[in-house]
C-alpha cells in the first residue's frame, strides 16, 4: 500500500468513525449511563468488528456476505435485542449518583458481545466498507501486507476517535450531580440506545 492510499482510507474513515451512528451512541450512552472504567472489552470488540468487516471486504464481500447471510442476519437482530435491554435496564436505573461512587461493573463478556454486535450489525459500518471503500482503494491488488497496513490504519483511526468520544462523554457525566440530572442522562442514553437498536432493525 502507497502512503497516499493509507492516508486516504484514514481520512474517509475519521469522517465515517467520527460521525454519529449506532454504534457511537451505545458507546457514549454506556459511558454517561455507568462510566467509562469497564468499557474497554466494548471498544475492543467494535474494532475488531470493523477489522471483521475490512477483512471481508478485502477477500470480497459480496461473496462472503452472501454466504453467511443468515449468519448476520442472526447477529443483527441479537445486537438489537441486546440494545433493547440496555436501554430498559438505563430507563429505569437509580438516578442517584455519588462522586465517590464506582459505576456499576458489567461482566467484560457481556460487554465484549454488545460491542460485537452493534458493529457486525451496524449498516453505516457495512455501507462504508462495502460501497465507499472499494472506490478509494483497488482492493483486488490487496496483499498480505497491505491488508495489515489497512488494518493498522483502522486501528489507529479509530482509538482516536473513539477515545474522544469516550472523554466527551466522560466529561459530560462530571456535571451530574443531582437526582434530577442523573435520571435525565439515564433516560436520554436510554433513548440513544434504543434509537441505535432501532437504527440497526431498520435497515
Known amino acids: 500500500m502507497t502512503l497516499t492510499s493509507l492516508l486516504v482510507f484514514a481520512g ?4 465515517a468513525a467520527g460521525s454519529p ?10 459511558v454517561l449511563s455507568k462510566g467509562y472504567r469497564d468499557v474497554l472489552p466494548f471498544l475492543a470488540a467494535m474494532w475488531i468488528g470493523e477489522a471483521v468487516w475490512l477483512s471481508f471486504a478485502v477477500a470480497g464481500l459480496a461473496t462472503i456476505a452472501e454466504t453467511f447471510h443468515v449468519v448476520f442476519v442472526a447477529i443483527k437482530w441479537l445486537g438489537v435485542a441486546y440494545l433493547l435491554y440496555l436501554a430498559w435496564k438505563m430507563w429505569f436505573a437509580p438516578a442517584t449518583m455519588s462522586e465517590d461512587a464506582l459505576p456499576e461493573r458489567t461482566s ?7 460491542g460485537l454486535t452493534v458493529t457486525l450489525g451496524n449498516p453505516k459500518i457495512m455501507m462504508f ?20 497496513e489497512l488494518v493498522a490504519t483502522m486501528l489507529v483511526v479509530l482509538v482516536v476517535v473513539d477515545f474522544v468520544w469516550v472523554a466527551t462523554a466522560a466529561k459530560a457525566r462530571q456535571f451530574l450531580k443531582s437526582p434530577r440530572a442523573v435520571r435525565f442522562a439515564n433516560r436520554a442514553s436510554a433513548g440513544a440506545m434504543a434509537g441505535a437498536a432501532v437504527a440497526i432493525a431498520a435497515r
Open 12 to 15: 474517509a474513515l475519521l469522517v
Open 108 to 114: 467484560a463478556a457481556k460487554l465484549f458481545f454488545a
Open 129 to 148: 466498507y462495502v460501497a465507499l471503500l472499494p472506490s478509494i482503494i483497488d482492493l483486488a491488488g490487496v496483499t498480505l501486507v497491505g491488508w495489515v
Open 21 to 30: 451512528g449506532p454504534s457511537i451512541a451505545a458507546l457514549v450512552a454506556r
